[in-house]
Nanobody
């Protein structure tokens, strides 16, 4: 069984920074892609950023230039550095992974429980 556990959420003022972490644990053979999604009240969950095991990144237009995603292969941990935060960034941030637990068994959509980020004066 594989688990994703997020940490690092909290309250920050506009213009401030936060770093989210997501550690994958359990039986993991290979991680293909890890990403961050977010969901604000009354909205659909949206992709924020993703990164492949080879380091290819993808960002939502709304966060380009402000957020940076990175991945530590040795720790099976993905990070999201969020700078110049705005009130519109307020949401629950979810970690997601596409991985293999062994050579055959693939989990395409593993989710963490989420971390709340609140950007407010």
């Amino acid at each position: 069984q594989v688990q994703l556990v997020e940490s690092g959420g909290g309250l920050v003022q506009p213009g401030g920074s936060l770093r989210l972490s997501c550690a994958a644990s359990g039986r993991i053979f290979r991680i293909n892609v890890m990403g961050w999604y977010r969901q604000a009240p009354g909205t659909e969950r949206e992709l924020v950023a993703s990164i492949t095991s080879g380091g290819i990144t993808n960002y939502a237009d709304s966060v380009k230039g402000r957020f940076t995603i990175s991945f530590d292969n040795a720790k099976n941990t993905v990070y999201l550095q969020m700078n110049s935060l705005k009130s519109d960034d307020t949401a629950v941030y979810y970690c997601n992974a596409d991985l293999y637990s062994n050579v055959i068994v693939r989990y395409r959509d593993v989710w963490g429980k989420g971390a709340l980020v609140t950007v407010s004066p």
